[in-house]
Every structure is written in structure tokens, then in C-alpha cells.
Nanobody, 128 residues
């Protein structure tokens, strides 16, 4: 499956942004999906993950209550709605996927090593 992230941009602190991840070349509904981000000079970190059926979702503590992950399997697209953005949310946001045959749990969802497919990333910049 190929993943294409989009929707990033520049937003003021306290604002909102929605990034999307469009999938092609595979059966989107058979993949668990996740969002990761990487800020300059920092390691890539987990943001959120959602199971293939949307039945389960997990969030990093730093974004819990502000970000909402969702997916539309009919549109082969995953979303990350980001509200109350902070300057520390500035990063390149990557979407990723792994096959549903691998059980979706908190431990598997937050671990970037479990993901087999990655998008190219979209830049989100939050100004103070």
C-alpha cells in the first residue's frame, strides 16, 4: 500500500488543523494505521493509532484530549484532527500502516517498528 500525507501548514497556537493520509494500491480496511511525528533534532515519536475497523484508538499523552484520529475506509483515508495546537506540536507528521493480521494493541500501535508502510510526511508548524 502507498500512503500520501497532506494537509499540513502554518497555524497559530490555539488553532486547529486536519491532516489526511490517503492510501492506494492495497485494501485500506485491512490495515491498522498510525500517525507519528518528528521535530527537528528529535526522534520520531508516536502520536496516535487506530485499528482497521476504527474499533480502537490510542493517543500519546501529549495530544490526548486535543487530537482525534479517524478513518473512512470507503474513502481509503485516515485523518488526524488537531485542536488547541501548541508550538511543541511543530513537526513533520507521518502516517503509517501495518496489516490487520498483526494484533492491534497499545503496545503494537505505539511502536514504529511494527509499521511496514510509511507516507512521506507533511509539515505542521505552530507559531506562538
Amino acid at each position: 500500500v502507498q500512503l500520501q500525507a497532506s494537509g499540513g501548514g502554518l497555524v497559530q497556537a490555539g488553532g486547529s488543523l486536519r491532516v489526511s493520509c490517503a492510501a492506494s494500491g492495497g485494501t485500506f480496511s485491512s490495515y491498522n494505521m498510525g500517525w507519528f511525528r518528528q521535530a527537528p533534532g528529535k526522534e520520531r515519536e508516536f502520536v496516535s493509532a487506530i485499528s482497521w475497523s476504527s474499533g480502537n484508538a490510542y493517543y500519546a499523552d501529549s495530544v490526548k484530549g486535543r487530537f482525534t484520529i479517524s478513518r473512512d475506509n470507503a474513502k481509503n483515508t485516515m485523518y488526524l484532527q488537531m485542536n488547541s495546537l501548541k508550538p511543541e506540536d511543530t513537526a513533520v507528521y507521518y502516517c503509517a500502516a501495518y496489516k490487520m493480521e498483526k494484533l492491534f494493541t497499545y503496545r503494537s500501535g505505539i511502536n514504529s517498528a511494527n509499521y511496514n508502510y510509511w507516507g512521506q510526511g507533511t509539515q505542521v508548524t505552530v507559531s506562538s
